[in-house]
């Protein structure tokens, strides 16, 4: 608690303090602001005076053109739909199913040892490269498009989750013991809670993999989405459709993970690892 | 007497890749209800394994325990356990941390929580039922911890060095609370430390270890002037200083031939 016998000096040093610190963060705002202008007036001019390939670079106005006709032609909002419940889909599967996993591992200590080796492998594959068997296996569509981003994301998961069962002090699973609980209880009253904080940063990091896997998925056999949009500029030798919706990709993906951030600061008040 | 914890023959050996490793070896140890017993002795004499035979949590490999003439075979509800530092849940708060007993009985209710509150109010934790672990200091941490060990109502308290993370005023203070706690509700308490004088200050019998494997060496029983006493006013007794005298002595004594690979 701030001192309050003589507030007068001490506020006037409060003040000063913000005052400063609004100064920075303003600073900082017109300094990305500018990069950002700067980045734009370069590109326009470096393809404008034949710098660089028109072809292959295109150029803010023309992409600024290009999205505001798919915008007013109403095309986009359904490719960004399908491509955002795919990757939330994605991301959310994959997450849940590596925890239930690194659960299922914690509770049978023998099959986590014999799939150890298994894991790895598995860990260290480009799962992407399981897509042409999913899009047989699942027919070409969402649900294959879904499991590649799942393939993804689940086995990271389990591990960096598995790792964090593991590494909880045993004396919390003592406290629980002590008063008869069993095992489900353990794990439901100190392990999961104890987990929680990992598994939230797992679901961050899975809204990027999954990005990965959905957009690569939609590559390989989509009829709509941000991936096959790129497939089809690329096919038609369209790259400022290709660069248009890597810009559109940029923005959501970055909602995306500011309103799983957002969730992360919501779910656990006044929660505090020692 | 009535004997509450008896521990006949005991010897445990704790088992891994490098061989079998006798950790206590043939102890034999009464424990009569409402007596405050302390066990102390060097790192490596097997205190806390001892603890942990008594609350049930791993069982001998020699031996018995027995609660009230009962062998024990895995926790049991008369029995409670203080833990080196409190290990509340930092994601529940202080009141729900406290009722964890009753929630892993499945005996959570309202009466249970008014319980819990008038506990924590005796405690001098009122103000604090919606708090969370974070927010409070050590002392007040531990006297929180000590609510959710009684909150079912044992009838012997195991502590293992429970004041050993804390500042010496509040350690100090925490030594009246659980005394007066324990002398009130006639608890049968048996406390692991390797501080001598808090052995000697809280306890009517003292059990001096040896370490490697872990046996009795000798029991020392304290005189009444001081078993009377509240702790902190206990080491103002005339009879404190020959006490503790002769504890660091029995401490110190050498082991005969076993001397040189002792520690």
Known sequence: MPDRRDTGWMRELERRYRAKAARVSL???????????????????????????????SHPTKIARTLADLAASGTLLPHVMTTVIETTAGFVLGTLGGTLLAALLWWFPVAARVLDPYLVVLNSL???????????????????????????????????????????????????????????????LAVLPASLPTIVSALKVNVGLSWVGVIVGEFLTAKRGLGYLIIYGFQVFNFTLVLSSLIVIGVVAALMYGLVSLVEARMSPGYRVR | MDVMLRLSGVSHAYVGPAGALLAVDGLNLDVATGEFVSLVGPSGCGKTTILNLMAGLIRPSRGRVEIAGEAVTGPDPRIGYMLQQDYLFPWRNIRDNALIGFEIAGERSPEAERRIDRLLAEFGLAGTARRYPHELSGGMRQRAALVRTLAREPEVLLLDEPFSSLDLLIRLQLEDLVWETVRRRGVTAVLVTHDLEEAAAMSDRVVILEASPGRIRSVLDVPASIRTRLPSEARWDPDFGPLFQRLRSLIREPEGGNAGHAG
């Open chain 1, 126 to 188: 480009p799962k992407v490269a399981l897509g042409p068997i999913f899009i047989v296996g699942f027919g070409p569509g969402y649900l294959a498009i879904i499991m590649t981003a799942v393939a993804v994301t689940i086995i990271i998961t389990t591990l960096t989750i598995y790792g964090r069962f593991r590494e909880i002090d045993a004396n919390y699973l003592k406290v629980v013991r002590l008063f008869g609980g069993t095992r489900w209880q353990v794990f439901r």
């Open chain 1, 27 to 57: 600073l900082v705002g017109i300094l990305q602001a500018v990069l950002l202008a700067a980045f734009l007036v370069l590109w326009e001019a470096a393809v404008r005076y034949g710098w660089l390939d028109e072809l292959l670079f």
